[in-house]
T-cell receptor, first 115, second 112 residues
Framework: GAGVSQSPSNKVTEKGKDVELRCDPISGHTALYWYRQSLGQGLEFLIYFQGNSAPDKSGLPSDRFSAERTGGSVSTLTIQRTQQEDSAVYLC?????????????FGPGTRLTVL | QQQVKQSPQSLIVQKGGISIINCAYENTAFDYFPWYQQFPGKGPALLIAIRPDVSEKKEGRFTISFNKSAKQFSLHIMDSQPGDSATYFCAPFRRGSYIPTFGRGTSLIVHP
């Protein structure tokens, strides 16, 4: 079956612009995660969804970052007034259900470059 | 506070050699110990995982060794191949949590 897909694969934007990143999880997966990966760094947790609710937003770095999930499926991560330090690869992952023992299935990521 | 310390940061081995990557943790509530493999331009993918009721798990050329008393677990890649060249992350999971704690990653290069 289809895996996790993300779009766009690459996004170049100017400082101060808003961007939207999209994630299509595996059908039937109730849990969805967003991570950020900077060059040569590990994965930084941003937000976790269970269904359409986000019980953990603790990783969002500032109020310029927001995310939503609709229909228990597609999720959008929005970054307002982008800054150069927002440049990174944004990864989405989904699991059958949130929690321990559940394999995270990752998308290929969106590479964001803020000029 | 860094809950997970992964080492080394980078590793170069010759084809056929053994690659060993370590992950040390502080939180004794961690109860599930996966390793993820990431190729350039791709998202990470689960490679192998272990639960704390066993000390070792082997899948093909990949083995996890778990030392509960030392609070560390390691990934061993036997007969390393150039196709194993990737970044490897440990990502232990705390009981009751919904979010794994990723290590900073180890870049492995296997020379032919």
């Amino acid at each position: 079956g289809a895996g996790v897909s993300q779009s766009p694969s690459n996004k170049v934007t100017e400082k101060g612009k808003d961007v939207e990143l999209r994630c299509d999880p595996i059908s039937g997966h109730t849990a969805l995660y967003w991570y950020r990966q900077s060059l040569g760094q590990g994965l930084e947790f941003l937000i976790y969804f269970q269904g359409n609710s986000a019980p953990d937003k603790s990783g969002l770095p500032s109020d310029r970052f927001s995310a939503e999930r609709t229909g228990g499926s597609v999720s959008t991560l929005t970054i307002q007034r982008t800054q150069q330090e927002d440049s990174a690869v944004y990864l989405c992952a989904s699991t059958v259900q949130g929690g321990i023992y559940n394999e995270q299935f990752f998308g290929p990521g969106t590479r964001l470059t803020v000029l | 506070q860094q809950q997970v310390k992964q080492s080394p940061q980078s590793l170069i081995v010759q084809k056929g050699g053994i690659s060993i990557i370590n992950c040390a943790y502080e939180n004794t509530a961690f109860d599930y110990f996966p390793w993820y493999q990431q190729f350039p331009g791709k998202g990470p993918a689960l490679l192998i995982a272990i639960r704390p009721d066993v000390s070792e798990k082997k899948e093909g050329r990949f083995t996890i060794s778990f030392n509960k008393s030392a609070k560390q677990f390691s990934l061993h890649i036997m007969d390393s191949q150039p196709g194993d060249s990737a970044t490897y992350f440990c990502a232990p999971f705390r009981r009751g949590s919904y979010i794994p704690t990723f290590g900073r990653g180890t870049s492995l290069i296997v020379h032919p």
